[in-house]
């Protein structure tokens, strides 16, 4: 990172430690060096000379932000810095993981909204002066390479994000995190559509416009640091409940899709292949495979609604 293309975001905290910071508490779950309040009343001197913060600390605002604790504080930044917005009933869930109570949750939702309407009336351009660490080192892929890839019969292990895997050795470990095939969300009257590769954080959006009931309980599944990262693949492996959760919602079934070898969409029910290539299965009788190892790059699971 180039230092010298920091600015400070005032309260004593440069650029790179204040972001890194709010990486350990909302991404990497470490413990952060850092543990001092963002935002107290000792502080508006400097608050005042960062213009993007200003629309957080208006009216009565920074008395509220100080009663917070360092991960309440860190919520709202997160919200405040994302270029859309979230839906109340994302924000208050997200504050009450967070620590805070109902009612500390609705008042920072309120507080939210009118920054955000003064950060567009004083036009503050906000991701022009924050340069974030950078924290993954996926590298693009492409579709027609991976489909040599499965031709092969080293066996393959699938993931769609950044979190460290002990993998076999035996395994050719492949990510599909940047594979825009991986990546789409689609909805309509008759079912959800979802990449295996989307985070935590948009497929409950999505699914939460289609119902919010059981918000509570699909959040209890992935940490709040970790639901920005966290893969609907690896969901899928390692989370027994999710399905569970989603049949309850009134979801009739949840289907899975990949491509094989020749580039041909197929739908498998073993959960297992969305991790990896090496499950044996029972072949399809209309399907002309020789071997009882089907090889598929998982791509998206459809929810019939």
Known sequence: MDNSKLKSLGLGISVDNYLNNYYLQLVNKESSKYTNPLFSTNDLPNIKKAPWLLPLVQNDHLELLSRMGVDQQMVVIYFYLQDHSSSDEIMFQWFIDSGCTATE??????????????????????????????????????LSSILQL???????????????????????????????????????????????????TSFIELFAGYNSNLLE???????????????????????????????????????????????????FKNKNLIQCTNYK??????????????????LYAKFIK
């Open 150 to 200: 499965i031709k092969h019969e080293r066996p393959i292990h699938w993931t769609f994000d950044s979190l460290p895997e002990n993998i076999s050795e035996d395994y050719r470990k492949i990510n599909l995190k940047k594979l825009n095939e991986s990546a789409f969300l689609i909805e309509d009257h008759s079912c959800i559509v979802i990449g295996f590769s989307n985070n935590f």
């Open 217 to 267: 309980q699909l959040c209890k599944l992935v940490p709040l640091h970790y639901r920005d990262i966290y893969s609907l693949g690896r969901l899928f492996i390692e989370c027994k409940e999710f399905e569970e959760i989603i049949i309850k919602s009134g979801i009739k079934e949840v289907l899975f899709f990949g491509l094989d070898g020749n580039g041909k969409l197929m739908e």
């Open 281 to 298: 299965i029972e072949k399809p009788s209309n399907t002309p495979i020789t071997h009882d190892i089907l090889r598929i790059m998982p």
């Open 105 to 142: 949750a609705t008042d920072l939702i309120r507080l939210l909204h009118l920054a955000q309407t003064s950060k567009e009336e004083l036009d503050i351009d906000i991701t022009g002066n924050l340069h974030y660490p950078h924290v993954d080192s996926t590298e693009m892929i492409n």
